[in-house]
């Protein structure tokens, strides 16, 4: 097939989408779709193509969107693109229901087109060397893994990130579905999970800004994440450590070491791919599905594995209570 037609709806996070599909031969990037006019068609202009503040507009123009909207207007608009015979990459999370979920599968399924969920952090070239590392069986088996996203988000009261309804949750359902979703890929399936969640220096939002989470593996792994949007200071160890009985695998950036009894070296450097734009591996990904017929590793069912996960922690959440700031 030729080249794929492609559009971006949402240019806030979508203009990392928007400079990866112009710079793939596989894609013909035809619109950029933004609500603020200016901002649509500045992006027009810089990257040669039509915009438009009407998504539905152009959907007969089109062969794929990719939908980088806010997480509330994720499941109409998703559907909305699948009906009309469309492929979609959505954004992380997937929608902010269960019951939305499930729909969205079963409309893939009807309408015979591919739904993948942009999330990057799988196909970053670190992250795959690191799972080949794990998966070869040289190190044994991991039995403990930390993860630690430690941001400040300036506040936004009022806005649509503040809002439990439309956010879907917390940062833990915004941030940290990437790294829950990342260590279940790399770690297998929980089998318990838990998480404590507060507002504590973020109490512009109307849920849980820091979350503490836990998840044990069916392999007996054992894994702790700390989801943060209110830390203004942090000296991260790192983003991941992973613990196996011979090894000690640190990432740090996009630097992937292992530490053994031969001592530290590293399994991969950054500077080997020197990747323009993170989100090209996954839109290759992407288009690559569209023209093969292949699935998406990060399709519909695959996806609501780890949201399946980060309900049940909030269930436990739910059971703890929300921390509060001291006044």
Known sequence: MGAIRTAVVGLNLGMG???????????????????????????????????????????????????????????????????AGKHVLLEKPFANTEAECLELIEAVDAHNVKLMLAYVVRYMPHMRRLKEALDSGRYGVPFSAQCWVEAYLQPRPNSWLSQKDKLGGGVLFSHGCHYVDALMWLLGTPKQVTAMGTRAGTEWMESEGTSHALMQFESGALSHIVTSWGMKYRDTPAKYQIHTPTAAFIVKGEQVDVITEEGRHTLYDPSETKQPNIFLPEIEHFLDCIATGRKPETDGRDSLMSLRAIWRMYEEQERFGLGEART
Do not use: M
């Open 17 to 83: 989408h928007v400079r990866a599909f112009k710079a793939l031969e596989q894609a013909d990037l035809r619109w950029v779709v933004d609500l603020d006019e200016e901002k649509a068609a500045k992006a027009a202009e810089e990257y040669g193509c039509n915009y438009t503040t009407d998504w539905t507009s152009i959907l007969d123009d089109v062969d794929a969107v990719s939908i980088c909207t806010p997480h509330h207007l994720h499941f109409p608009q998703t559907l909305q693109a699948i009906r």
